[in-house]
């Protein structure tokens, strides 16, 4: 609503944190969940057409996935530290 960027903008004067936690979020995402999803996604689609080293590339990106996310958090908190917000 406006009322709530309208208060976040006069609340947040700071933009690097809005930068440094959109970085750490979106950038992670971006990186590494978003194509191991897209690549497990269309390995399953394939179903009984992947192939066996499709399938193991395939646990591999959930692996991947899950370290994104970790990841993620991760640079939030250093984002969240940095800020001056704790």
């Given at each position: 609503?406006?009322?709530?960027?309208?208060?976040?903008?006069w609340?947040?004067?700071?933009?690097?944190?809005?930068s440094?936690?959109?970085?750490?979020?979106?950038?992670?995402?971006?990186?590494?969940?978003?194509?191991?999803?897209?690549?497990?996604?269309?390995?399953?689609?394939?179903?009984?057409?992947?192939?066996?080293?499709?399938?193991?590339?395939?646990?591999?990106?959930?692996?991947?996935?899950?370290?994104?996310?970790?990841?993620?958090?991760?640079?939030?908190?250093?984002?969240?530290?940095?800020?001056?917000?704790?």
């Amino acid at each position: 609503s406006p009322n709530f960027l309208t208060a976040m903008a006069w609340k947040l004067t700071d933009l690097s944190f809005v930068s440094s936690m959109s970085g750490a979020i979106f950038g992670t995402a971006l990186i590494f969940v978003y194509p191991s999803l897209m690549f497990r996604g269309a390995v399953r689609k394939l179903g009984e057409k992947a192939t066996v080293g499709m399938k193991r590339e395939s646990k591999l990106a959930a692996i991947i996935n899950v370290l994104g996310v970790v990841i993620g958090i991760i640079g939030a908190k250093m984002a969240w530290a940095g800020s001056g917000a704790h």
